[in-house]
């Protein structure tokens, strides 16, 4: 059996963000080591899941600012109208509802580092007002009159492609050039498929005993020459979900193309047995585990009788369903679990309900749920 940890690489940095021995990944971790002592403006670019917020949080880490706070902000999901306050703080009866003075992100960050995560989606009147910023270091809280100095270093982040956002007018050119002073640019995990075992096992290692596995070596050979159109983020939802099914078991090529087509489309048969597998009250041997998922996992294009079992238990209603509502509190249920399962940690949360991290907090500000 080859067991991930035989893929180890003695030069495997202890920070999360950098695990990979790619040319790829040298190269981040010298642009990081060169940038980080100072302040310039970072923009890093690369596609969704790639580890953008974790090279962000590196350059903060290393820098003479590790010791002031590193505050993440997802400008595109927080509402356009809501923006401004969240950055700026407003003072008390600016608007309805500021029934205090609120310091903004930009005075948290005093002294550290504010991620401004997906600032291509910032709306365009907003970077106006950024722009402003960058350029005086100057604030003024929403409502306000007094301007107030800060001393906080930007790191901006986006999966979008700017420059195109620029020639469509979507972008100010001005403060892309303000935020870019050293671009970064994150490739693909298939663009450096080498780091694949290495990622692999950083991600097994921090599993639960109880949930340990291994790949085969034709395994990790598979992984490593997947596409991985969801990147990091993919890789690690795909050793979760295989820790559910194949805990303490030897993965095989053909377990692991199923669990990679599990999370492609999965059929009401699947996503029971992705329930009753993880369940604690589960008595089933490992053995049976395995021949079960099997099982279960097999395509079944024909599945009718499964389909409408699935609503056997559900009574024919007689008057009309208000079926939005009902998913609605379904949604606020699994969401408000699910931090509370992730001890209130967005991304956790957004992994357990197999959400973006970015959709999960538009859905936690559309439905008004707050992080307890």
């Not at 929403?142 to 270093?153: A, E, K, M, W």
């Not at 780091?195 to 005993?209: G, H, K, N, Q, T």
Request: overall charge negative.
């Amino acid at each position: 059996m080859a067991s991930i940890s035989s893929f180890r690489s003695a030069s495997v940095v202890e920070n999360t963000a950098l695990i990979g021995e790619s040319p790829a990944m040298r190269e981040i971790r010298y642009l990081i080591q060169q940038v980080a002592p100072t302040s310039a403006s970072v923009l890093i670019t690369g596609p969704s899941g790639s580890g953008k917020e974790m090279v962000a949080s590196s350059i903060h880490a290393s820098s003479p600012r590790s010791q002031g706070r590193f505050i993440p902000v997802n400008c595109g999901a927080i509402p356009r109208d809501l923006l401004e306050s969240e950055l700026f703080g407003h003072e008390k009866g600016a608007f309805t509802g500021a029934v205090g003075q609120t310091c903004g992100r930009f005075e948290e960050a005093d002294g550290g580092t504010l991620f401004l995560d997906e600032i291509g989606d910032m709306p365009f009147d907003m970077q106006v007002k950024l722009l402003r910023v960058l350029e005086d270091n100057i604030i003024t809280r929403v409502g306000g009159r007094q301007s107030i100095h800060v001393d906080t270093r930007i790191i901006s982040a986006t999966h979008r492609d700017i420059h195109n956002a620029i020639e469509h007018k979507a972008f100010r050119e001005d403060l892309f050039y303000r935020l870019a002073v050293f671009p970064i640019h994150l490739p693909s995990l298939a663009d450096r498929s080498d780091d694949v075992p290495l990622l692999a096992e950083y991600f097994c290692d921090r599993l639960p005993e109880n949930r340990k596995f291994c790949f085969s070596s034709d395994s990790l050979h598979y992984l490593s020459q997947y596409s991985w159109p969801g990147n990091i983020r993919e890789l690690r939802n795909l050793i979760e979900r295989t820790s559910i099914l194949y805990p303490d078991q030897k993965v095989g090529v053909e377990q692991t193309q199923k669990l990679l087509n599990l999370a492609v489309s999965s059929q009401p048969a699947e996503r029971d047995a992705l329930w009753n597998l993880s369940s604690p009250s589960s008595e089933i041997s490992s053995d049976r585990d395995l021949s079960l998922a099997d099982d279960i996992l097999e395509d079944d294009p024909d599945n009718e009788s499964e389909n409408l079992a699935l609503f056997a238990d559900f009574p024919i209603p007689g008057d009309a369903v208000k079926l939005k509502e009902l998913v609605t509190e379904l949604e606020c249920r699994y969401i408000t679990a699910a931090l509370n399962s992730a001890n209130n940690i967005v991304s956790d949360a957004a992994r357990l309900l197999g959400l973006h991290r970015t959709t999960l907090i538009e859905k936690m500000n559309k439905y008004k749920i707050s992080r307890s």
